[in-house]
């Protein structure tokens, strides 16, 4: 009896053991790569910035200013601030997720190979996004962000500071990719602009010092950035590819049909010449330019996603563009008292559109047009608020507490920001705490 | 090697040991003399026993003391004969009986007295599951013993079924339990059969033809199953197929022919009175005129349908639309007079009786050394969705014994089933059947969906037309539901082999090695075509095909024996080795936005520029081993003790062995028939089985990305950019280990009266620990999720089975039976997370959170405060309004379950009657939701008259006395009007409030009924045919439950884990079957 014991135990262990070889290394995912060229990596972090341009957080951001309306199923809720932190799952692992741990993994890799092209481009890319999530949510994980082994649980760093270290960041890759051109160097098939990578941060630091409002800084950004002509717009590329095309076209003409249109919206009021808020004055025609957004099909005033239309499949989509660059300008020069350089560069926003659309709608406005500088100032804004979709816009309406007085369905105030998203309540220790959609975030208090 | 060496110092040391013993031996045959063949001969008391060879000849070891042979064999009576001193030989007759011994089939295939086996295992007989006149072997379980869930996935035919022992006990692991098929495990996959989206996909194991079975063990607990180790973890179902019979007539067929009629057992009801178009508010109109008709607005708050004049005036000056369908011809209309109600019409464009015709046959052989089982079986189907929705089974086995010599046995089981089924889009899906078919607004006539549009210019192209695009122009954001089930395409091909020669070799009386080998292969072959002009992202077309493969070996050495040590100590010893090797690939090619919009709709994948093609594929290739023993012992005749291991190495932790224990002991109290308390044993359990992590989760890795709102389904592919690769979202981890199934079973078995009433009962509580599960991590660390061992999930529960033979004769019998399962399910530790959602939506999904049960429900909920009452804000208008967080809004595990039912014979005519309840479960009811929004839901459509001044949900008044559409609402802080103000905002199904849509989805249902008939010999004496019977089954012929529009068993999201979804899920069925049976 014993010896059966024996005899079987020790079966049992000889067996097992003698069999490693039958199993070894077909844990191997066959699948999936484990490493991956900096190329490829930085070019994926260039085209997930489409999802703070365009994407979902564009048209939340434009729903919540009333450039657009929520017409249908959850986006009429949502318009109407029905809004829980889980909406804003998606876009905080876009920014973070997506974005930037992905530009860290590029900056990595490119100190790695002493690739300097790289290395600058990444740094924009996490510049870039770590500035949109701050401003968005306020205070945010960023020195301990994109770190997983060593922080787990990322603390949440102040707004301001957050802002300053991505302004830095732009800094150091303006100077590491220098003057190499966006469109045609090979280090990228994302974006389509004559303007250089160094360009590109300029631009983009102007729109944040814009927002912390470093007038003086902005209006020298905005300056440095040196965009001179249309071109200068970097605009993402959109084809009529499947998932090529303008994604406000795929929404809408694709998969969301109704959800986003612009029926009721202050924007298409100020486009209109029956409103109120209309801007119609014999230098001021805005009726191609609504018919450039916009087509009325008797339910809906819908984005234009018809051939030819600014929300057209193949229709480019600006990641920073002309107008925002001018009006920028505008809106600094004008606020640092210099009356002439604001009203020339808003000329410039406005002479855009006819270069655009190929019409002679805009004609140019001098200082007899504008009462006093506030008056001044808030054609600017208007002018940028029927200009530039999405976020740079909703962080205008926040930081001059509705100038302009776009609708707010109801409420007295703007939103203030986005909600921390559910994902992170759930999942990390440093979590802040739910932040009400009223509270201002410091740089706006 | 030195596994071959093991196996044979295993068997000298067995052989030497047993030739200790003292034998005898003898012959078994019928009353007409023919031997049987594995007849089992047990000495009394001892496990010792033997089957009887192939001259029906056999030789046992009986120890000193030993008193009895006990022998029995399938459809005879058992019988026993006492051993007298100095005998040794022994001629035994067997007349044939129904009144077996019960008996279990063990994990690894070894047949056992249910009586001497100390789990809580179930044997299910043929019969039992061919009455239930389901097409898939899994379904027919339902109700019939307990611990055991059976859920379809819906009404569609062929559609899988969940199946679940023991409530949920792992995240990522399988969730099936292990199905061995005569000895060797097969694949039970269920590949993407998550139907958030898609076609309902089949399950494997509908791939068996009912009719091939012989007898379904149910292994419910973890001791039993502990010889599998990381394969088991949820129960193992082991099935027996049919064998040539090895006594009996040399050449018999038996044949049958099954029709059956499905229909749909519960739909949505859709109001008739409005129609399409805006309310009120949106409108402009007073409340007192509901709405405005809007042509192609997806909502059904228009006017009033009878209110209209009755006949359409249309603009007849530009373009139109001319229907296949009818020939009709649509104009634009300016305004809307057409007050016919097209509910009806619409329902049966989609819908019908659905039937089955089954054919299968059977024939058994026996020659001179060898016998065979051969049948062949054909289904045919054709679901209750009209067009595109069949399934076609056509299965061929040939299962053969050869002996070769006496003591060397061969057997082959082989069987291919071939499957060809046409599938139809169910689920959140704009190109899905039941969101197009609901949503139609009940004044918009769905009859033609495709034609050809004439454009003002006289230009003619092929079009799609649906309420959204009653014009057909270009598709409609909807399909219409006639597109869904005539133009789309859904065809899915399954060719599956299964093959599994065994070599038996009976070294001494009562000591047998084998080998056995298993393969199982398939192929599976899926295509779509969303011909131009379908619905959501297939505007421009979209064909793909999936091209699964799965093959699946399993090799076994196995040596069985037994020896009487002394009077009081017998044992019974089983050792062996198991190599598992499991290679997967799923080869995918898609094309979208195809370029010649073919009449034909030719799957030719090149109709797509480059940059629209794209392909895609997934690998794997999975081995375990281990060895195994199982020690059985029987001491003073009435303690059973059992002792099993498992010690195993696998692919994912290559570097650790892993072993499996489990113990179990058992006290007969009494066993006598002709007592009153006839038979009591009492039995204790404890095991361990394992869930191995799953391959590839070791390591992080860098995937082809996209960017955008990939849950809205606006995205850009990298593909398109030259392409852009980031690292995946999920942080692979090197550290994972198994995760335990730890399981304590307690329980007992009485007979009462002469054996004739009979109940188990068992008490188990099992703990996973170390659950891995892809734990959300904080994005900002760069990760969405991270694998782990993190959580621990526990189940306890009850289960009881219970039989009273109410009569027992010859030619009259009545039998009741029950059975009743409570299981608690607990997600104990869920650490560094608030919950991991299984599947659903970002609204309403079924998940796993501490200290909830498993998949619980888990959503948007009202604002509440402490006290649990409703918060209003002052912007609200006496509406309460959604919290900023989610939180659990349902639990969809049942409270218990039971079967109750009860057969009746008399002479050849019998009945059986089967209802199963299953209490207390919550659903998510998205569809009620999403229909309220529409205004689709006749609740949506009540005429109200305010009783007082009221306020609708945007703030606007209405005087009392004014007739609204609507209902007057009193949520807490007075009465207020909702309004479509209210249903298109938190009111209905696209809100932030899922809470309001969950109901209870307990329900009771008549599974099944049947009366058949046997004719009587004289009738058919002289035709040649040794039997006929005829009879009519009804399936789920009633059912009761307070969900409202759908058969609550039915699951949007499939075989997967997430339980309790609803979302325009396809529907469910009852039917009704006719049989005619005949043999010779």
Redesign the interface.
């Known amino acids: 009896?014993k010896?059966?014991?024996l005899?079987?135990l020790a079966?049992?262990?000889?067996?097992?053991?003698?069999?490693?070889s039958?199993?070894?290394?077909?844990?191997?995912?066959?699948?999936?790569?484990?490493?991956?060229?900096t190329t490829?990596?930085v070019?994926?972090t260039i085209?997930?910035?489409?999802?703070v341009a365009?994407?979902?957080s564009a048209r939340n951001a434009g729903m919540w200013v009333d450039q657009f309306t929520g017409s249908?199923?959850?986006y009429?809720?949502l318009d109407?601030y029905?809004?829980?932190?889980?909406?804003f799952?998606?876009?905080?692992?876009?920014?973070?997720?997506?974005g930037?741990?992905?530009a860290?993994?590029g900056i990595q890799k490119a100190t790695e190979e002493n690739a300097p092209s790289f290395l600058g481009i990444s740094q924009i890319m996490k510049g870039y996004y770590a500035a949109e999530a701050a401003l968005q949510f306020g205070d945010?994980?960023f020195s301990q962000?994109?770190?997983?082994v060593q922080?787990?649980?990322?603390v949440y760093d102040g707004q301001r500071e957050v802002i300053n270290q991505a302004i830095a960041l732009l800094d150091e890759g303006a100077a590491n990719v220098g003057s190499l051109a966006i469109t045609g160097s090979g280090t990228?098939?994302?974006l389509n602009t004559s303007s250089s990578w160094d360009q590109l941060a300029n631009a983009l630091k102007a729109r944040y010092l814009l927002s912390v409002r470093d007038y003086a800084g902005a209006l020298d950004a905005a300056q440095d950035a040196g965009f001179d002509a249309a071109s200068n717009s970097v605009d993402?590329?959109h084809?009529?590819?499947?998932?090529?095309e303008n994604?406000?076209y795929?929404?809408e003409a694709?998969?969301?049909?109704?959800y986003l249109t612009f029926t009721g919206s202050f924007l298409i009021d100020v486009l209109s010449d029956t409103t109120d808020v209309s801007r119609t004055t014999d230098k001021t025609n805005d009726s191609n330019r609504r018919s450039f957004f916009s087509y009325d099909d008797?339910?809906f005033v819908r984005l234009n996603t018809n051939i030819g239309g600014f929300f057209a499949a193949d229709m480019n989509f600006p990641l920073v563009g002309y107008p925002e660059v001018q009006l920028i300008i505008a809106e600094s020069a004008a606020r640092t008292g210099d009356e002439e350089l604001a009203i020339s560069s808003l000329n410039n926003a406005r002479n855009y559109w006819d270069g655009v659309m190929g019409t002679d709608d805009y004609a140019d406005l001098d200082e007899d047009d504008f009462d006093d500088e506030d008056d001044l100032i808030n054609a600017i804004l208007l002018e940028k608020f029927v200009s530039v979709f999405g976020l740079p816009t909703f962080h205008d309406v926040v930081r001059t507490d509705n100038a302009i007085g776009t609708y707010l369905d109801?409420r007295d105030a703007p939103l203030q920001r986005f909600?921390y998203?559910?994902?992170?309540?759930?999942?990390?220790?440093n979590?802040p705490g739910?932040i009400?959609l009223d509270v201002p975030t410091p740089i706006n208090n | 090697m030195?596994?071959l060496s093991?196996v044979i110092?295993?068997v000298l040391?067995a052989v030497g040991?047993a030739a200790a013993q003292q034998a005898i031996s003898g012959t078994v045959t019928s009353e007409d003399g023919e031997p049987l063949i594995g007849a089992s001969v047990l000495v009394e008391g001892a496990t010792t026993g033997t089957v009887t060879d192939f001259d029906g000849m056999f030789n046992v070891t009986v120890p000193a003391g030993g008193e009895k042979l006990i022998i029995s064999y399938t459809g005879f009576t058992t019988q026993e004969v006492e051993i007298m001193a100095g005998k040794t030989n022994y001629e035994i007759m067997l007349s044939e009986g129904v009144a077996i011994d019960e008996v279990v089939v063990t994990a690894i295939g070894i047949e056992r007295k249910k009586d001497e086996d100390l789990s809580s295992a179930t044997l299910i007989e043929t019969d039992l599951l061919e009455r239930s006149g389901e097409t898939g072997v899994i379904q027919g379980l339902a109700g019939k013993t307990s611990g055991v869930n059976i859920v379809r996935n819906s009404g569609d035919p062929g559609a899988g079924a969940y199946i679940q022992i023991r409530g949920q006990n792992t995240i990522l692991g399988d969730a099936s339990p292990l199905i061995i098929l005569d000895g060797v495990p097969i694949s039970n996959s269920s590949v993407n059969n998550n139907t958030l989206a898609g076609v309902v996909q089949q399950s494997r194991l509908n791939d068996i033809n009912p009719d091939d079975i012989e007898s379904i063990t149910v292994l419910k607990g973890a001791s039993a199953a502990a010889v599998y180790g990381t394969g088991a973890a949820n129960g193992v179902l082991v099935i027996k197929t049919k064998r040539g019979k090895t006594g009996g007539k040399r050449f018999s067929v038996s044949a049958g022919i099954t029709y059956g009629i499905d229909e749909i057992n519960r739909e949505y009801e859709k109001q008739g009175e409005f129609g399409q178009g805006l309310p009120d508010i949106y409108a402009g109109v007073p409340y007192d005129q509901f709405g405005v008709f809007?042509a192609?607005?997806?909502l059904s708050w228009g006017d009033r349908i009878s209110d209209r004049s009755g006949t359409d005036e249309v603009d007849q000056s530009g373009g139109f639309f001319t229907g296949d369908q009818t020939g009709s011809t649509y104009f634009p209309i300016i305004t809307k007079g057409d007050n016919n109600v097209y509910n009806d019409s619409n329902r049966d464009q989609v819908f019908q009786n659905g039937q089955t015709v089954d054919v299968n046959f059977g024939v058994n052989f026996r020659g001179e050394n060898s016998n065979t089982y051969f049948s062949f079986s054909r289904l045919d189907q054709e679901g209750i969705i009209k067009g595109n929705s069949d399934y076609t089974r056509s299965t061929v086995r040939i299962n053969q014994d050869f002996n070769i010599i006496d003591n060397l046995n061969i057997r082959i089981n082989t069987s291919y089933s071939g499957v060809e089924s046409n599938r139809i889009q169910t689920g959140s899906n704009l190109a899905g059947l039941y969101l197009g078919y609901l949503r139609t607004s009940p004044d918009f006539d769905n009859t033609d969906y495709s034609g050809t549009y004439t454009d003002a210019n006289g230009l003619n192209r092929p079009g799609h037309r649906g309420y959204?695009n009653g014009l057909g122009t270009a598709r409609p954001?909807y399909n219409n539901p006639g597109w869904t089930i005539n133009v789309q395409e859904n065809p899915t091909e399954v060719d599956r082999f299964v093959v599994a020669p065994e070599i038996n070799w009976s070294i001494l009386p009562n000591l047998t090695a084998t080998v056995r080998y298993g393969l199982d292969y398939y192929t599976d072959e899926r295509r779509t075509v969303f011909p131009i002009n379908s619905g959501?992202?297939f505007?421009?077309g979209q064909l793909s095909r999936d091209e699964i493969t799965e093959k699946t070996q399993n090799l076994f050495l196995i040596l069985n024996g037994n020896s009487q040590?002394s009077d009081n100590l017998g044992l019974n010893?089983t050792?062996g080795?198991n190599?598992y090797d499991n290679e997967y690939q799923r080869l995918s090619g898609t094309s979208?936005?195809l370029l010649y919009n073919s009449p034909e709709q030719e799957f030719i994948l090149d109709n797509a520029?480059a940059?629209?093609q794209d392909n895609d594929?997934?690998?794997?290739?999975?081995?375990?081993?281990?060895?195994?023993?199982v020690?059985n012992a029987t001491i003073a005749q009435n303690l059973l003790v059992e002792l099993s291991?498992r010690?195993?190495?696998?692919?994912?932790?290559?570097?650790e062995?892993f072993f499996f224990p489990s113990a179990s002991v058992g006290y007969k109290l009494i066993d006598d028939a002709t007592k009153g308390l006839s038979f009591a044993k009492v039995r204790a359990s404890y095991g361990e089985v394992g869930i191995e992590p799953g391959?590839?989760q070791?390591?992080?890795?860098?995937?082809a990305?996209?960017?955008?709102?990939?849950?809205?389904?606006?995205?850009?592919?990298?593909a398109?950019?030259?392409?852009?690769?980031?690292?995946?979202?999920i942080?692979g981890n090197p550290d994972l280990t198994i995760e335990t199934v730890k399981e304590i079973e307690l329980g007992a078995d009485f007979r009462f009266l002469s054996n004739r009433i009979g109940l188990g009962i068992t008490y188990y509580d099992r703990t996973t620990e170390d659950g891995i599960l892809p734990?959300?991590?904080?994005?900002?660390?760069?990760?969405?999720t991270?694998y782990s061992n993190a959580a621990e999930i526990s189940n306890t529960g009850i289960e009881l089975d219970a039989y009273y033979n109410i009569i027992t004769k010859n030619d009259m019998s009545w039998k009741i039976f029950g059975n009743f399962t409570t299981n608690e399910n607990k997600v104990e530790k869920l650490p560094?997370?608030?919950?991991y959602i299984l599947d659903g939506f970002?609204?309403a999904s079924s998940a796993v959170i501490e200290g909830q049960p498993f998949g619980a429900l888990y959503g948007?909920v009202w604002l509440r405060d402490d006290a649990g009452e409703f918060v209003f804000e002052d912007?609200n208008n006496g509406f309460p309004?959604?919290?900023?967080?989610?939180d659990v809004i349902g639990d969809p595990n049942a409270d218990w379950r039971g079967g109750l039912g009860t057969e009746f014979t008399v002479k050849g005519l019998s009945f059986s009657v089967l209802f199963e309840t299953a209490q207390g479960q919550d659903m998510w009811n998205g569809t009620q939701g999403v229909l309220n929004?529409f205004g689709i839901a006749p609740e949506t459509a009540n005429i109200t008259v305010a009783s007082q001044d009221l306020v609708t949900y945007f703030g606007q008044s209405i005087p009392a006395g004014t007739t609204f559409r609507g209902n007057e609402v009193d949520f807490g802080a007075g009465p207020v009007a909702a309004t479509a103000e209210w249903y298109?905002?938190?009111g209905g199904g696209?809100?932030?409030v899922d809470e309001q849509f969950v109901q209870d989805a307990s329900w009771t249902r008549l599974r099944e009924a049947t009366i058949s008939y046997a004719l009587p010999q004289s009738l058919i004496g002289k035709t040649g045919l040794s039997n006929v019977s005829i009879g009519v089954t009804g399936r789920n012929l009633v059912f009761w439950s307070e969900f409202e529009g759908a058969d609550p068993e039915t699951n949007l999201t499939g075989a997967s884990k997430a339980r309790g979804l609803h979302y325009f899920t396809n529907p469910g069925t009852r039917s009704v079957l006719f049989n005619l049976k005949f043999g010779f």
């Open positions: 009896m010896n059966l014991l005899l079987a079966g049992l262990l000889v067996g097992a053991t003698s069999c490693e039958v199993v070894e290394d077909l844990n191997k995912d066959p699948n999936n790569f484990t490493d991956i060229s490829l990596i070019n994926h085209l997930n910035t489409v999802t365009e994407a979902e249908d199923r959850q009429i809720t109407n029905g809004i829980v932190n889980a909406d799952d998606a876009p905080w692992a876009d920014f973070y997720r997506g930037l741990s992905q860290e993994i945010v994980p962000a994109a770190d997983a922080f787990p649980d990322p990228n098939n994302v993402i590329i084809t009529t590819s499947n998932f090529a994604l406000f795929q929404f694709e998969q969301r049909t109704d008797g339910e109801g909600l998203p559910s994902t992170e309540a759930s999942s990390n220790s979590y739910l009400g | 030195k596994r093991l110092a295993m040391f040991y809007v192609g607005n997806s959204r954001t959501g992202d505007g421009q040590i010893y050792f080795y190599l979208a936005n520029t940059p629209n594929q997934f690998l794997s290739r999975n081995r375990k081993n281990g060895v195994f023993g020690l291991g010690l195993e190495r696998t692919a994912a932790i290559q570097d062995l391959l590839y070791n390591r992080n890795v860098f995937v990305s996209t960017a955008g709102s990939e849950g809205w389904g606006d995205y850009l592919d990298g398109n950019y030259g392409g852009t690769f980031s690292r995946g979202a942080q734990l959300e991590a904080p994005p900002s660390s760069g990760f969405t991270v560094g997370v608030s919950r970002a609204s948007g912007d309004t959604n919290a900023p967080e989610q929004y298109l905002d938190n696209f809100g932030s």
